[in-house]
Every structure is written in C-alpha cells, then in structure tokens.
C-alpha cells in the first residue's frame, strides 16, 4: 500500500474537519442550538441515504479490484454502467418515498419551539433532491476507490466537506430559514455527483486502453453478481447508519432539538479523530482484494501489520482526547458550551477506539467476500443497541446515548475479529 494513496485520504478528510473547527461555532452563534440541532439532523440524514446505494458501490469496489487482480479488466465497463443505472433507480425511488413523508405530516415528529413547521416541510422535500446524488456518488466513489484514485477522491470531499459547513454558515448571514441552509447541501451533492462521475470514467479512459463509451452496458448477470455481495453489505448499509444516527433523532423525539446539540458537537469532535484509520481502512479494502488474487501469500501478513498500527496509534488517540476534551471544546467553543458535552465526549472515546479496530476487521471480511458476515453481526446488534439506547436516554439522558454508542463499539468489535479469526483467514 502505497503511502500516497493514505496521504491523499488524510488531506481530504482533515481539511473539512479544520474547516468544521472554525465554521460550527460561528453557525451555532448564528442559528442558534435549536437549527443547529436540525441541521445535524439533515447531514445525518444525508449520510443515511448512503444506503440507497443498495451496497452497490462497494460491491463495485470488490469486484472491479477482483478483476483487475485477475487481468480481466474488459468486463470493468460492464460493471460501472450496471452499477450506475441500479443506483440510480434506488436513488429515486428514495427521493419520490422521502417527499410523500413530507407532505402527509412528516414534520410534526420534530419537536421544536420556534420553527414553523412549514420550514421544516420544505427542508425535508430539499432534502429528497440529494438522495439520487447521494447514491449515485457512492457508487461512482468506489469506481475510484478500485482504481487506487485516492487523490482524486480526496480533492472533491475537500470541496465537498468545505461546502457541508461553510455553505449553511455564508447562508446563515442573510437567513437563519432552515430550507434555505438545507438548500446550499442539496446543491454541493449534486455538484459531486458530476465531478465523481468525471473522476471515474477518467479511470476508464486512463487504465484501459481498449475502453469505449459503447461499452458501457447494463448485464443482468453482472447486476446479479453484485446483488451478492451488494445486498448483504446494503443490510448493513441500512442497520449500520442507522445505528449511527438513531442516536440524534431519538435525542431530539425524547429530550428536545437543543439537547442533540449537546450531543451532537462533541461527537463530531471524537468522531473525527477516526480520519487516519479511514484513510487506511479505505486503501486496505481494494488493496488486500487485490493482493489476495496476485499474492494470496502475502496479503495476511501485510493486514496484520497495518492492524497493530492502526490500534497502536488509535489507543493514544484516544487516550489524549479523554484528557484532553475539557480543553478542547472550551477552546473551541470559546467557553460556549454545555459541561454535559465533556463527560460526553469523553465516552465516546472509548467507542471510537474500538471502531478503530473494528474497521480493520470490517475491510478483511469485505475483501474476502464475506459481507453476510458484517451484515448478520449488524442485524444481531440493531435490537440489542436500540433497546439499550431507549433505557439509557430516559435514564441518564445524553449521557446515556454516549455510553450506548461506545458499547455497541466493544461489541460489533469483537464479535468481527472473532468471525474473522474463525476464518482462519
């Protein structure tokens, strides 16, 4: 694994991250914590559509990185066009489902004191727009991904994150109207969309020599071939996210909007300390596919090496922020901020080291094919970490929610490296 293709990933994931340092506190000040809260709900939701994907996008990555291990890169075209056109038929029908939801009542299950709920209305059908280029990019990024284009990747989600926290902020100075804020997401994913589709037909024209336009042709056995795979990792594409972000909607259906903001800002803290090991786990994942078909003796040795680094670096990571966090966030939040978010933050520390590792373990059963794997790990989990969130927020608030998140961490944690291990690799 070439160390250009992990700092490529690293720029792209920690410029947004200064950028969201600088532009979060500003945007709170400027919208307040109740908008705020909405907002985080909107890029959580964003993040969610991921799933409309249907998995297809990283069964693209697995498979395109397989044939080009097999020096069977005629079939790519195929692949890319297959892919494309289910996305996109997700994406829709997604967009179509999100806007009847708005219309027939879908906002009153928002609480809030002072936002109408027209505004919150029309968010959600601006919303609806991004979800197609949401999926659609997902897939055309694992095109990408397979193709080792990490510093292309890594430019567009600069723009992309620059756009995420700086377009609601310029936004914000002449309107605190939510739909309007939403509108600056809307219109940077659909901006993404073209230029990944761009970056990946590049790919084609740059690695294959022999590629036509007319070669991009839908296969319904290659869309079964995908389905494989993709179907299992979509099941995990539904539960996972939404395990990752029931969090802040149950947060803000149980205890109020303001309080995700409680939640949500030191979350976003921790959660960004996790920027290397996917800047690694990312490159692993088409790499260790690859290498398993050109050196199937080498490729274990490479994994665990990497896997001790990357819990080696992770475990101080952590370690520091735990002590760290009071400092952190008064500096950051120029003393704005409520006390409830440090001893928050702090749980989640613990979780974010344990999904450091589990990271790891996640891209080696992919690379080995093995999505039903991850995907039945996350539908044992969903009940369990539900079930627990509910008991722990009406108990211990959003406390409770850190303390839930970081334990369903351990566990999806533990329960990879076991399967993988019982492998055998």
């Not at 319904?220 to 071939?225: H, Y």
Request: proline fraction near 4%; aromatic fraction near 10%.
């Amino acid at each position: 694994m070439k160390l250009a293709h992990i700092s490529w990933n690293l720029f792209g994931l920690v410029l947004p991250l200064l950028i969201a340092m600088v532009s979060l506190p500003l945007l709170i000040s400027s919208i307040g914590n109740e908008r705020f809260g909405l907002l985080a709900l909107a890029w959580g939701m964003m993040s969610y559509a991921g799933i409309l994907d249907l998995g297809i996008g990283r069964a693209l990555t697995q498979m395109v990185s397989r044939l080009r291990g097999q020096k069977q890169t005629q079939e790519v075209p195929v692949v890319l066009a297959t892919a494309s056109r289910i996305t996109m038929t997700a994406g829709l029908i997604g967009s179509t489902a999100i806007v009847i939801f708005a219309l027939f009542g879908g906002a009153q299950f928002v609480k809030t004191e002072h936002i109408p709920l027209d505004e919150i209305r029309n968010s959600i059908i601006l919303l609806a727009i991004a979800l197609p280029a949401q999926a659609m990019s997902a897939t055309y990024r694992g095109m990408n991904e397979a193709y080792l284009n990490f510093k292309g990747i890594s430019i567009l989600r600069v723009i992309l994150g620059t756009l995420n926290f700086a377009g609601p902020l310029l936004i914000s100075f002449f309107s605190t109207n939510l739909a309007w804020l939403i509108a600056s997401l809307v219109a940077s994913r659909v901006a993404a969309l073209l230029v990944f589709r761009h970056l990946a037909l590049s790919c084609l024209k740059n690695n294959e020599p022999d590629y036509t336009p007319a070669d991009l042709v839908y296969s319904k056995q290659t869309a079964k071939t995908l389905f494989s795979f993709g179907g299992w990792v979509t099941v995990s594409s539904i539960i996972s996210p939404m395990m990752v972000q029931m969090d802040r909607f149950m947060i803000a259906s149980m205890i109020s909007a303001a309080a995700v903001t409680v939640y949500v800002v030191p979350y976003e803290l921790v959660a960004q300390s996790l920027i290397l090991v996917g800047a690694i786990s990312s490159v692993i994942f088409p790499t260790l596919t690859r290498l398993m078909q050109e050196q199937p003796q080498e490729w274990l040795s490479y994994f665990q090496r990497w896997l001790v680094r990357v819990g080696g670096m992770m475990l101080l990571v952590a370690l520091s922020m735990i002590l760290l966090m009071p400092y952190i966030l008064d500096i950051w939040l120029q003393g704005n901020f409520d006390p409830t978010s440090v001893t928050v933050g702090q749980i989640l520390c613990l979780g974010v080291f344990s999904n450091s590792v589990g990271a790891m373990y996640y891209a080696l059963l992919h690379a080995r094919g093995k999505a039903y794997i991850t995907a039945k790990i996350h539908m044992f989990e969903l009940p369990l970490y539900l079930t627990f969130l509910y008991f722990a927020l009406q108990h211990f608030g959003v406390i409770g929610a850190a303390m839930a998140w970081s334990a369903r961490m351990a566990l999806d944690t533990i329960l990879l490296s076991l399967n993988a291990r019982r492998l055998k690799f």
